[in-house]
């Protein structure tokens, strides 16, 4: 019961099936060794062998998923909550590109056209023409206001020539609705993404010289 209990708190749909065949392994010696009964006994054999079936599916699926080096490194800095299989399918939503130096990515008062992953490159955020951030390999782009269509609040253009993955922001949302368990893995990596940047943003704001 206790082990059915925290499986009810798992929000991964393969941690779930494995805390179902632990639950049922541990009930296995209960129907050996207490009363015997039959119907109790198929059930608790029945979950047992399904979710341990469905386990050996899923590993062998995630054995045969395969990412290049920079996709490795987008899923290893932001889709890390993911299996590889949810992986795979996210990363296939969008698309890389090589884009150049001056490019506009998002435009302040504009809502983000698509999530942006910075793989190689520089780019620079800028409020009211004065630049007030920088991002460099690694960053994601877009994260604070994508899910939701709001509008940004600076403008993110590239200071170098850059390699990107990006999804578009409609293509994104229709694909977390109709995948839920990815949306939450998402959200905690985006709450990660923003953590970082006020970060880095505090960082730069304390290295500041005082004002005389």
Known sequence: MLLLLATSFVVRIDYVRIGLA?????????????????????????ILVVNIGILARLWLREKNVSFSAEEEALRREH????????ARGLIDQGHWISARRGEILIR??????????????????????????????GALIGEATVLDGTHATGTVVLGSNARLWFVPAAALRAYLAANPSIASVLHEGFARALRGKLATANTRLADRPPIA
């Open 22 to 46: 632990a639950a049922a392994l541990v009930a296995v010696p209960l129907v050996l060794f207490r009363e015997p009964d039959v119907g109790y006994g198929m059930l608790v054999l029945a």
């Open 79 to 86: 889709f890390s909550g993911l299996n590889a299989v949810a």
């Open 108 to 137: 302040e008062n504009q809502a983000a056209p698509s999530l942006f992953y910075l793989a190689e490159g520089q780019a620079a955020i800028q409020r009211d023409g004065a630049e007030v951030g920088k991002l460099s390999d």
